[in-house]
């Protein structure tokens, strides 16, 4: 199987595309009538430094990248069995998956980029070396109350937004050891509580829109988990508040079985968080355990009836997860239907993730793992 990933913001580079705006001259007359400006001077010359400014990232990426699909189509004309994207490269995903046409996608790109620049009195840094856990039990203790953890990259990077104050103030408590601490050049908190103004702009303008149903599965960036036929309006607009799930998506897409990853615009950013996610995450195994026994479902081990199991088949994900927490403490052993990792043991009680999610986080994993997919061992 396969997966086009498409990259966001910060995988501009002053000429980026090349060849691609005559190769597609058509659609680059199109995009400069939209965006009342030359795409093409913005990307190969920048002569006027915009290219670094959000309202013109944003833009400038969705093109290229959206070139870069059209351009791998028609070289290879088969296309991906699923599709995601980091942020604003989700647009790409959806545009792939025949969502909406590549102007459309534009003039969505075009409003969010213009709406995100707006937001000031905010800033964001890159957490490298710790876990998610850590990072929030250090915000808490430091009382950094109005900083969120807005992009999960890897495991072990972390990108954390919020009030700028509090973002200057946590270098000297997070920057030392093993730890690093590296702001970064952005102009506001993104994918944070801050940009709460900007969700509720975005989400009045995408009423004038109306979105196909996805052709190919997307991932989103908000749940790490494929879109559904209707909530393409909800999840870009949650998007802008709501963290990135990008290792979330790529262990979703991994437990999947055999998966490579295909980057699909400028740049190799999203193709090295792969290889990071795949290095600290243990490999599914279920397409091996299928080649040696059948489709595996857990449940038929000689053993008769598993108890945790079968008992859930019916039930909603909070009925899930309130039975587990009554049944199962924290620091319970567990197997798992797709890893083959040992010593596997729940960190925290179960909890319903994106509302429809049950899930429990596993101490070494550093992930959730479904309820549906685990055997606790007793």
Request: proline residues 4%; contains cysteine.
């Given at each position: 199987m396969k997966t086009f990933i498409f990259p966001g913001q910060g995988s501009q580079e002053r000429g980026m595309g090349g060849t691609l705006f005559d190769d597609f001259s058509t659609l680059t007359q199109k995009a400069d009538e939209i965006l009342g400006y030359s795409i093409k001077e913005l990307c190969l010359e920048d002569t006027n430094r915009q290219l670094s400014r959000t309202e013109f990232t944003q833009p400038a990426i969705y093109v290229v990248s959206a070139y870069c699909y059209y351009n791998r189509l028609r070289d290879q004309s088969q296309k991906p069995d699923f599709v995601a994207g980091h942020s604003l490269g989700e647009f790409n995903a959806l545009l792939a998956a025949?969502?909406?046409?590549f102007e459309t996608g534009l003039k969505l790109v075009k409003k969010r980029g213009e709406l995100m620049s707006q937001a000031s009195g905010g800033g964001m840094a890159a957490i490298l070396g710790s876990n998610k856990e850590d990072i929030q039990r250090i915000l808490e203790e430091n009382g950094l109350s109005d900083i969120d953890l807005a992009n999960y990259n890897t495991p072990s990077q972390i990108v954390v937004s919020g009030a700028k104050a509090q973002i200057d103030q946590a270098f000297e408590i997070f920057n030392g050891g093993e730890i690093k601490y590296i702001p970064l050049n952005t102009s506001g908190a993104f994918h944070s509580r801050l940009m709460q103004a900007s969700k509720a702009a975005f989400e009045h303008y995408?009423?004038?829109?109306e979105f196909s149903s996805p052709q190919i599965p997307v991932i989103s960036n908000v749940t790490a988990m494929p879109y559904g036929n209707d909530t393409i309006k909800a999840n870009i607009a949650e998007q802008i508040i709501s963290p990135v799930r990008w290792c979330e998506s790529i262990q979703y897409l991994?437990?999947?079985?055999?998966?490579?990853?295909?980057?699909i615009g400028h740049g190799e950013i999203l193709s090295k968080l792969v290889v990071s996610i795949r290095e600290q995450t243990p490999l599914p195994v279920q397409a091996e355990k299928d080649k040696q026994t059948g489709p595996a479902t857990t449940r038929d081990e000689g053993h008769g009836k598993i108890p945790w199991l079968d008992d859930i088949q019916s039930l909603t994900a909070e009925e899930k997860v309130s039975l587990w927490n009554r049944q199962y403490p924290v620091g319970t052993r567990?197997?798992?239907?797709?890893?083959?990792?040992?010593?596997?043991?729940?960190?925290?009680?179960a909890?319903?993730?994106?509302?429809?999610?049950?899930?429990?986080y596993m101490k070494g994993f550093n992930g959730y793992f479904d309820l549906d997919e685990v055997i606790p061992l007793l």
């Amino acid at each position: 199987m396969k997966t086009f990933i498409f990259p966001g913001q910060g995988s501009q580079e002053r000429g980026m595309g090349g060849t691609l705006f005559d190769d597609f001259s058509t659609l680059t007359q199109k995009a400069d009538e939209i965006l009342g400006y030359s795409i093409k001077e913005l990307c190969l010359e920048d002569t006027n430094r915009q290219l670094s400014r959000t309202e013109f990232t944003q833009p400038a990426i969705y093109v290229v990248s959206a070139y870069c699909y059209y351009n791998r189509l028609r070289d290879q004309s088969q296309k991906p069995d699923f599709v995601a994207g980091h942020s604003l490269g989700e647009f790409n995903a959806l545009l792939a998956a025949e969502c909406f046409d590549f102007e459309t996608g534009l003039k969505l790109v075009k409003k969010r980029g213009e709406l995100m620049s707006q937001a000031s009195g905010g800033g964001m840094a890159a957490i490298l070396g710790s876990n998610k856990e850590d990072i929030q039990r250090i915000l808490e203790e430091n009382g950094l109350s109005d900083i969120d953890l807005a992009n999960y990259n890897t495991p072990s990077q972390i990108v954390v937004s919020g009030a700028k104050a509090q973002i200057d103030q946590a270098f000297e408590i997070f920057n030392g050891g093993e730890i690093k601490y590296i702001p970064l050049n952005t102009s506001g908190a993104f994918h944070s509580r801050l940009m709460q103004a900007s969700k509720a702009a975005f989400e009045h303008y995408l009423n004038q829109f109306e979105f196909s149903s996805p052709q190919i599965p997307v991932i989103s960036n908000v749940t790490a988990m494929p879109y559904g036929n209707d909530t393409i309006k909800a999840n870009i607009a949650e998007q802008i508040i709501s963290p990135v799930r990008w290792c979330e998506s790529i262990q979703y897409l991994m437990a999947k079985g055999e998966m490579s990853f295909e980057e699909i615009g400028h740049g190799e950013i999203l193709s090295k968080l792969v290889v990071s996610i795949r290095e600290q995450t243990p490999l599914p195994v279920q397409a091996e355990k299928d080649k040696q026994t059948g489709p595996a479902t857990t449940r038929d081990e000689g053993h008769g009836k598993i108890p945790w199991l079968d008992d859930i088949q019916s039930l909603t994900a909070e009925e899930k997860v309130s039975l587990w927490n009554r049944q199962y403490p924290v620091g319970t052993r567990i197997k798992s239907s797709f890893s083959d990792q040992d010593n596997l043991e729940t960190r925290t009680e179960a909890v319903v993730l994106f509302g429809h999610r049950s899930a429990v986080y596993m101490k070494g994993f550093n992930g959730y793992f479904d309820l549906d997919e685990v055997i606790p061992l007793l």
